[in-house]
Every structure is written in C-alpha cells, then in structure tokens.
C-alpha cells in the first residue's frame, strides 16, 4: 500500500476522477462527500476495492481519520449551485478549510487546495499568472464562492507559515468530462445536453467571452504531481491554455454532435468574466514538464459519449 489519502468532494465530478486513479495506483481511499452536488452514483464503481471507503460528512464539521494525504475539494464549483446557498458555499470553503488544515496539523498530513482561477476574477491582465492578484468584486453574486476560495489560500499560507503545515494549493480552470452533473449548469454540460435533445443552446451574452477548457484527466495528473512534489507549495496554475468563444464552443458541439439545435442568446449573468487563460509555465517548470495532452474536440467527443448514454439510460 502506497499512502492512505483522504478526498473530500469525492464523489463529486473531479474528485470521483481522482478517487478512481489514486486506488489505480495501489492507495488506500476515504472518500468524504455531503452530496450536495456529488453522487454515489459516481464512485458506485469503486465500491468493491477493499480499499475504498465512502463516507457521508459535511466539511463544515470537524473530522478525524488518520491518512497521509488530504485533497480538498469539498465545495459546489458551478454558478447555479453555489448561489443556490451563498452562505453555504462560504462555510463549505472557509471552514471546510480551516477543519482540512486543523486535521492535517494534528495528524501531519499534507493538504492539497483545490482553488480556482476565479481567484483571478474579472481579470484585467491576459493571459493569467500566479503572480496577478486578481479583479474580485466582493459583494457580488460571484463572491460567496471567489471570496470563499481566496480565503482558504490565505488559510492554508497562514498554517503553513505560523504551523508548518505541510500545504499544496492548486489553481484550476474551468475543467470537463464524464460525470459532470448534467443539472448543474456549466457551458459545457448544458450545451452537450441542449444539442443530443435537440433543444435551443443558450449563449449567455454575445458568445465572445472566452475560456479555456481542459479535459479532467489533465487536471487529475496535474494534481498528482503537485501533491507529490517537494519543496514547492505553489499556487500553482493548472488548467489547458487553448481558449475558446462560447460562441466557438457551442459550435464544435453542435458539429460533434451531428444536432439540428439552434443557437438563443439569453442576458449574460452579473460579474460573468470576459476571458479567462491559464499560464502555465511555472506548472511546467515545477511540475516535471506538466502540459494537457488532451486537446478539446478529443475530450469533447469522450464526454458527449458519457451525457448520450447517460439520457439514453434515463429514458428506459
Ligand atoms: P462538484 O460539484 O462535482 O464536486 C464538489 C463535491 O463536493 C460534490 O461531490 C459535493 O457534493 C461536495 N460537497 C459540496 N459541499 C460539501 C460539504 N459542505 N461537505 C462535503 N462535501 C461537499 O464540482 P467539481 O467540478 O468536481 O469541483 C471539485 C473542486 O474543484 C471544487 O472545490 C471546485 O471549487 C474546484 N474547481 C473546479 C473547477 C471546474 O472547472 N470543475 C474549476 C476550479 C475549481
Ligand atoms: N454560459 C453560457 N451558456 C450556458 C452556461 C454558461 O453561455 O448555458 C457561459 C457563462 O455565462 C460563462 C461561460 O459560459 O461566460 C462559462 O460558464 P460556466 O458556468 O461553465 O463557468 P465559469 O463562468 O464559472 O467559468
């Protein structure tokens, strides 16, 4: 046995992703979810491992296990599901932190923090470094979850400086794939969703705002190396730097997909970010020459297969 590895949110979209390849690699799993956006459903598969735990809990309560890693992901990452409770959504971040951080003090385990690129916000510097400390808008829709997020990279460098805890904090850009929750809203689920049932696909605005999409098993290596790496606590970028219009990203939908769908414009949400790119040099650079190697016509085509027979097990 490798190492004994704690993943909160794990039976979320990402973490079920991670779940799945930390046991491929001979590690012990507890996997800890409230399933507020996550599901069984998505570990069901894991659950005959011997070595694969699932265990119901919220984050926001303290919990104890002894493990040599933490991955903390606990938290809603869509739009629609972390405005659903703000509030919520800034306990799950703040206090699911501080609860992650206490653990791993006590029982000296490194803890690796999921972040975001929406730390970076609205940013007004292209494409975006570790470095920029971003253009937030603290009272806006967006902050329960941004504010919520820049506060546990500020949690975690404080324990490391005044504890010594042994941190990892890793910034993600928007990430895709199989088991994305088909309700909650995201670009590209909904527009693969819209487009196999034939419905309108909804471009919120003029369609021109950018993001740059990296497939979710990319980002599961990235995260792997970084936990693994020594002397390097980051924050570090990961995400695939190719960007693309919303505009580009339903049409590369509508084609994979072979869909009669049409395209509606819809009123673009408060504080929507107008583009968004990783750099990702000092990934590179820390990361034993991390890059994506799955471009998104490739990861497109490997989810739609997931969302076709997901509705098609849906309607029988
Ligand atoms: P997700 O919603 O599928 O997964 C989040 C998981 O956390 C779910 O299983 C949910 O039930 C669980 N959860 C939520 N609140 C909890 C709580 N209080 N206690 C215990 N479990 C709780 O989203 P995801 O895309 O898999 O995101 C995983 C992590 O990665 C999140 O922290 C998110 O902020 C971060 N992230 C994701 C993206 C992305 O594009 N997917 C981008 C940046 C950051
Ligand atoms: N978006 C869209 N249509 C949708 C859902 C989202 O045009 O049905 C837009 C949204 O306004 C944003 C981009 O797609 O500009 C990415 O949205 P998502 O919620 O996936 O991620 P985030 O905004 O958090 O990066």
Not at 104 to 113: D, E, G, S, Y
Not at 230 to 248: A, R, Y
Not at 263 to 284: C, T
Request: contains cysteine.
């Amino acid at each position: 046995m490798k190492n004994r590895i704690l993943v909160t949110g794990g039976a979320g979209f990402i973490g079920s992703h991670l779940c799945e390849r930390l046991l491929n690699e001979g590690n012990e799993v507890i996997c800890m979810d409230n399933y507020f956006t996550g599901a069984k459903s998505n570990v069901v598969h894991l659950m005959n491992n011997p070595y694969f735990e699932l265990i119901r809990h919220d984050v926001t309560h303290p919990y104890f296990v002894e493990v040599d890693q933490i991955y903390n992901l606990a938290c809603p990452a869509s739009p629609v599901h972390y405005q659903y409770n703000s509030i919520k959504t800034i306990k799950t971040s703040v206090m699911g932190a501080i609860n992650m951080l206490g653990l791993a003090k006590r029982i000296k385990a490194r803890v690796l923090q999921a972040s975001t690129s929406e730390v970076y916000g609205d940013p007004l510097v292209h494409p975006q470094k570790e470095d920029y400390w971003g253009n937030v808008n603290p009272i806006g829709i967006r902050s329960c979850y941004d504010e919520g997020k820049r506060c546990a990279e500020s949690l975690f460098v404080n324990y490391h400086e005044q504890n010594n805890v042994d941190i990892r904090i890793i910034r993600i850009f928007n990430t895709y794939g199989p088991r994305m929750n088909p309700n909650d809203g995201r670009v590209v689920s909904n527009f693969i969703v819209q487009a196999l049932k034939g419905e309108d696909i909804t471009i919120f605005g003029d369609g021109k705002q950018t993001r740059s999409f990296q497939y979710v098993d990319d980002l599961v290596e990235g995260m792997i190396r970084m936990m693994n790496t020594e002397d390097f606590i980051g924050p570090v970028n990961i995400g695939n730097p190719n960007e693309f219009t919303m505009l580009e990203l339903a049409n590369a939908v509508i084609e994979l997909t072979n869909s009669q769908s049409k395209i509606v414009y819809l009123p673009l949400p408060a504080d929507d970010p107008l583009q968004r790119q990783p750099d990702i040099s000092l990934a590179k650079e820390k990361l034993n020459n991390w890059e994506p190697n799955i471009q998104l016509k490739e990861g497109l085509t490997k989810t739609i297969e997931y969302f076709d027979n997901l509705l098609k097990s849906n309607n029988t």
